[in-house]
């Protein structure tokens, strides 16, 4: 599970000794998170999302179960208890501004961190099975979103209620009725916030176990870093804790300072409006949007206008936002070169850095009403979107001509920094970049 | 007493290969899976509406104050209901239109009762994802062909409420109801 030279867990102390023979946690957490997890000794900030991801879920699930203590899942006086949670309970603001804008964060930090695999090629063998669990994960946290999101009985919760739904009555035949069952009922109603509250407590926990997974099966092959070379020796690892705790710390401490800041300083600012009005189901807000978060998928889904091939634009419209993350499963197979690392593919780190724009930019048309240019270019960009993955990036891996790898992370490090850090005395190592 | 007792499965061997072991087995499964089904179907089922959902299935309207052109609002099964007195020109307009080029095709007579042409009555929930077209109240944008628009992704309706331009896949649902008198209906 590990390398040969991981430092193997010794309990200090009779009691530990006793434990370690009955139930060994701490040599669990000795191997997954302390110094018997030997880690590649070049990885920089974007390796600190990960950890960051799972501060996120804890700070949701913390205030999520205290706001759950006030707050009552019923048509008739959701919103008021949302509101006696902002004036009447003590601290409550805090709580739930913690709790709405930690949202807004924890998805930030799982794009950087999903961005971060995706130009370090940590999706490749032989990690498949750790990238296919994040995106489990990714799916069950976007469902947990909406669901919490509903829960507040604004105006923004009941239509995007209504919309969310009615994508499902988009399939053929059995559609409606599974609407119906979504639903409990022919429209967003007390039976659709009830099971919405229900799920939104449970599957914060379902994550929590699949990120067990996900760091398990992260630990089979350990760690991908930017060269995307694998580990060869002892020399080109440090052990996780005290390198990377203290490294990850750092990173925590300037998290906590911007999340502090839109906490206590714009808590609005990442959220709609329109959510501050009670639900009414006779009256549509002129421009339904999700979260931020979901702005890509959103003009992903209205992006199809017109029926073609047979199928009503209304059904490809949601096709295609289903297979926009489901297509990201078979990204290992679809980019087959053998290079991880986009240091050393020049032309696959340009597509990557012009696919990073046209996701931004469908983040903006999905943000946007449906009206021109917005729609146009929401069509351009979903046309690129799946593009780079189906046609782009398996040409692109077959014919690119990569830089030459070094022949190790410390090679790699040592062409960076050696001279300087053995203060020129090293021999000119090979610039290996 | 030992030799009446089987010492290996073997000797269970059928000539087919089969042992007698086998139908244990099959029944086993046989058994459980009768009992797991209708529970994990029981599970599935409670999402469904409940019953106090599904009675509150018909509702009264009075049509006496809608004069023509004008249209009220109406709430059925918690979705909006709109009820609409169309003028002359709306049904010439509607009356118009060659049902061969619509998306879902259907004449204005198909969407209103005999002898009640003129009352237009659909459910105010876009076909496309469920938002509340505009076009009821007065004052609002009734879109390119006077009947319903939908702001959400810009479905456009016509004055039978089908759906002319946009992305809804389907006219506005005409549902069920009969006319009490000339002034009153019960939708449901």
């Known amino acids: 599970m590990s390398f040969p030279w991981a430092k193997q867990y010794q309990p200090t102390s009779a009691v530990g000794k006793w434990m370690d023979e009955r139930l060994p946690l701490t040599r669990f957490v000795f191997n997954a998170l302390g110094p018997g997890y030997p880690t590649p000794k070049n990885l920089n900030a974007f390796y600190n999302f990960g950890v960051l991801a799972g501060v996120a879920l804890v700070i949701q699930i913390i205030t999520g179960v205290v706001l759950a203590m006030h707050y009552a899942a019923n048509t008739g006086i959701a919103f008021d208890s949302v509101e006696h949670i902002m004036r009447d309970v003590n601290g409550g603001w805090m709580l739930r501004y913690m709790h709405a804008v930690g949202a807004s964060f924890f998805f930030g930090v799982v794009y950087i961190h999903i961005f971060r695999g995706l130009y370090y090629g940590s999706y490749k063998p032989p990690r498949e099975v750790l990238w296919m669990l994040g995106l489990v994960i990714f799916l069950l946290m976007m469902a947990t979103a909406f669901m919490g999101y509903v829960l507040v009985w604004g105006q923004m919760s009941f239509w995007g209620a209504q919309v969310i739904t009615g994508l499902f009555s988009a399939l053929p035949v059995v559609g409606t009725s599974i609407q119906t069952w979504l639903l409990g009922g022919f429209s967003p109603d007390n039976a659709t916030l009830n099971r919405f509250f229900s799920l939104h407590y449970l599957l914060p926990f379902v994550i929590f176990g699949v990120i067990i997974l996900h760091v398990w099966a992260l630990h089979i092959p350990g760690s991908n870093n930017p060269t995307g070379v694998d580990v060869k020796s002892e020399a080109d690892t440090v052990p996780f804790h005290p390198y990377y705790t203290a490294k990850d710390f750092v990173g925590l401490g300037v998290y906590l300072i911007i999340f502090s800041a839109f906490v206590f300083f714009m808590p609005n600012s990442l959220g709609e409006p329109d959510n501050y009005i009670p639900a009414n189901p006779l009256s549509t807000p002129p421009h339904i949007v999700p979260e931020w978060y979901f702005w890509p998928f959103y003009a992903i889904l209205r992006a199809f206008t017109t029926d073609f091939l047979g199928v009503p634009a209304k059904l490809w419209g949601v096709l295609a936002m289903f297979s926009s993350i489901l297509l990201l499963f078979l990204l290992p197979w679809l980019d087959t070169s053998p290079v991880r690392s986009n240091n050393y593919r020049p032309l696959s780190r340009l597509l990557f850095w012009v696919f990073v724009v046209v996701a931004v930019v469908l983040g903006v048309c999905g943000g946007k009403p449906a009206e021109e240019p917005w729609v146009r270019l929401s069509q351009v960009l979903t046309a690129y979107y799946f593009a780079h993955f189906l046609i782009i990036l398996p040409i692109v891996s077959k014919l690119e001509k990569t830089k030459p790898l070094p022949g190790s992370i410390s090679e790699a490090v040592l062409a960076k920094y050696g001279s300087k850090a053995a203060g020129g005395a090293a021999p000119a190592a090979q610039p290996a970049e | ?188």
Not at chain 2, 15 to 35: I, K, M
Not at chain 2, 148 to 169: E, L, N, W
């Open chain 2, 1 to 188: 007493m030992a030799s009446d007792v089987r010492q290996t499965a073997a000797d269970d061997l059928a000539p087919g290969g089969e042992r007698r072991r086998d139908f244990l087995y099959v029944a086993t499964a046989a058994f459980a899976g009768a009992g797991v089904v209708p529970v994990a179907w029981s599970l599935v089922n409670q999402m469904n509406p409940s019953a106090d959902v599904l009675a509150l299935a018909s509702v009264d309207l009075d049509l006496s104050s809608v004069q023509p052109g004008q249209a009220i609002k109406a709430s059925w099964r918690g979705k909006p209901i709109f009820a609409r007195q169309l003028t002359p020109d709306e049904i010439a307009a509607a009356k118009k239109v060659d049902i061969s080029t619509l998306r879902d095709p259907q004449k204005l007579e198909d969407r209103t009762k005999p002898g009640n042409e003129q009352w237009l009555i659909t459910l105010g929930v876009c076909t496309h994802l469920g938002c509340v077209p505009l076009g009821a109240a007065e004052g609002e944008s009734r879109g390119d062909f006077g009947g319903y628009f939908c702001p959400c992704h810009g479905s456009h309706y016509d004055t039978a409420a089908r759906v002319r331009k946009g992305p809804a896949p389907k006219n506005l649902e005409v549902p069920p109801y009969t006319f009490k008198s000339p002034t009153s209906v019960t939708i449901g």
